[in-house]
């Protein structure tokens, strides 16, 4: 970042301990990244680890507050959005056959969690939330956002992880990322299924 300040872009999409480490022993930092966009966090939404937070910022939360409340230009891409694309069986046949070795793969990886769905939340598809989080940085023209106060509860017996947000009429805490509040899942679907079929094509192109 140094020999690059202010150009390079970070999506972090797991949890944030790596972050907040390299925040403290270089606090640098929060000048020298031109942009943090952070998978994670509920705004209305349940969680999906505990009712009230999601599995990357309740594994560590004391990290996810550091990296919240620092000075990092930041974008939150929390749950309530990513939950909104379901990747569904239709769009697995629309990917490519298993006659591939990119679509014989994806059917291996994603059939049984496909099941998965299906037993643990009787949904008939699965969230790709990492994809969401990725395509909200290369194309923020598909999304909308809002500029909110947040911060992370790092003890709550009950609360762990959660994210909470100051929506008071006069409010006191400072605004300090972007949380994204709307997607547009039907461009994103069709980024996923005609990416892994150029992939597919250009694989099948090498072996020849």
């Known amino acids: 970042m140094r020999s690059a300040p202010e150009q390079v872009v970070l999506i972090a999409l797991g949890p944030l301990t790596n972050i907040a480490r390299a925040l403290h022993r270089d606090p640098e930092i929060e000048l020298l990244l031109r942009h943090l966009f952070i998978l994670g966090g509920t705004v209305e939404g349940p969680g999906n680890i505990t009712p009230a937070a999601d599995f990357n910022f309740f594994v560590d939360p004391v990290a996810a507050r550091t990296v919240v409340q620092s000075r990092l230009t930041k974008t939150l891409v929390p749950l309530d959005v990513t939950n909104d694309l379901v990747f569904t069986l239709d769009d697995l046949d629309m990917l490519p056959g298993d006659d591939t070795r990119l679509g014989l793969l994806l059917r291996t990886m ?15 598809g699965i969230h790709v939330h990492d994809l969401v989080a990725y395509l ?3 194309h923020p023209d598909w999304i909308s956002t809002k500029t909110m106060a947040c911060d992370v509860e790092t003890h709550g017996e009950l609360t762990r992880g959660a994210t909470l947000f100051d929506r008071r009429p006069v409010a006191q805490w400072k605004k300090n990322m972007d949380v994204v509040v709307r997607v547009n899942e039907l461009e994103m679907r069709h980024r996923i299924i005609d990416g892994l079929n150029d992939v597919a094509r250009l694989i099948e192109n090498r072996e020849r």
Do not use: C, D, K, V
Request: aromatic share 16%; charged share 15%.
């Open 136 to 138: 909200t940085a290369l």
């Open 110 to 124: 994603l059939l049984p969690a496909f099941r998965a769905y299906r037993q643990s939340y009787g949904l008939e």
